[in-house]
């Protein structure tokens, strides 16, 4: 029996270049309207604007996200894309409780920053912390120097939470400018936080609007920055090969072509 034919080349996209990047900026465009508002709101005297803008921009973001998802073919694994989302939903109820209890609110970032080490550990399996990634150690000490001594009841908590944010910051090195900008972003927008809440530094109202500018802007670049990574070509028949125990034929997960032909 002869070999069946079968097109080398994977099936055209339906859409150009242009729609997805049209769909894209449509799919942020709450994120971004919603950010603005509650920038705005930091220079604003007790509007219910503030509370509710910030309880809408993480999932407006997420949203956006997703468009991207729906939108482009190159993605990473879904583990990859599950992780993310529980870092940005974890992040969410952190942004919530933060208003109630801080205790809580640094548990829920807390177990954010644990997902995004296991997205970017997942993300960039391949690459290393860079070099620079050993500046967390000089920043971890200074802040307990600085702030520590004012932590009283919450020493504990912070000290922890301040270790998990580091070696977030260290893991997300291993990945794109994009996660890595997050990141460092994210280590900023908590670092003003912290001297904002434990000590009379910082406590100009400029710089409310410093913690949560560089806060959202952190969260949308480690969010576009792990769904640029895309699947590596060796790592679909290497998973194959870690479930089974054995090699893979590359017929198997390389698309049949002239070059690659089917079996007869």
């Not at 409780?97 to 970017?120: K, V």
């Not at 794109?176 to 434990?198: I, M, Q």
């Not at 109202?205 to 895309?230: C, D, K, N, R, S």
Request: glycine share 8%; aromatic share 10%.
């Amino acid at each position: 029996m002869p070999a069946m034919a079968y097109d080398a080349e994977p099936a055209a996209e339906p859409h150009g270049l242009g729609w997805r990047i049209g769909w894209t900026l449509a799919g942020f465009a709450p994120f971004v309207a919603i950010s603005a508002v509650h920038l705005a709101t930091k220079f604003a005297h007790d509007t219910p604007l503030e509370a509710v803008t910030k309880a809408l921009a993480i999932p407006s973001l997420a949203v956006g996200l997703g468009g991207v998802l729906l939108t482009t073919r190159r993605k990473p694994r879904m583990i990859v894309v599950a992780l993310l989302f529980v870092g940005l939903a974890l992040s969410w109820v952190g942004d919530v409780a933060l208003d109630r209890s801080l205790a809580l609110g640094l548990a829920f970032f807390l177990a954010a920053h644990l997902a995004y080490i296991a997205t970017f550990h997942l993300a960039f399996p391949r690459r290393r912390p860079s070099r620079w990634a050993v500046l967390a150690i000089p920043w971890f000490l200074a802040l307990l120097m600085l702030v520590g001594p004012r932590l009283g009841g919450m020493t504990a908590p912070v000290v922890l939470y301040s270790a998990i944010l580091a070696l977030m910051a260290v893991w997300a090195s291993r990945g794109s400018s994009l996660v890595t900008a997050g990141a460092l972003l994210f280590v900023t927008s908590d670092t003003v936080l912290a001297f904002r809440t434990f000590t009379p530094s910082l406590q100009h109202v400029i710089w409310t609007f410093v913690v949560m500018a560089t806060y959202l802007t952190a969260q949308a670049l480690i969010a576009m920055g792990v769904l640029g990574a895309e699947e590596q070509p060796g790592d679909a028949q290497e998973r194959l090969i870690r479930t089974s125990g054995r090699p893979v034929s590359s017929s198997i997960v390389s698309w049949p072509s002239a070059a690659n032909p089917q079996p007869s």
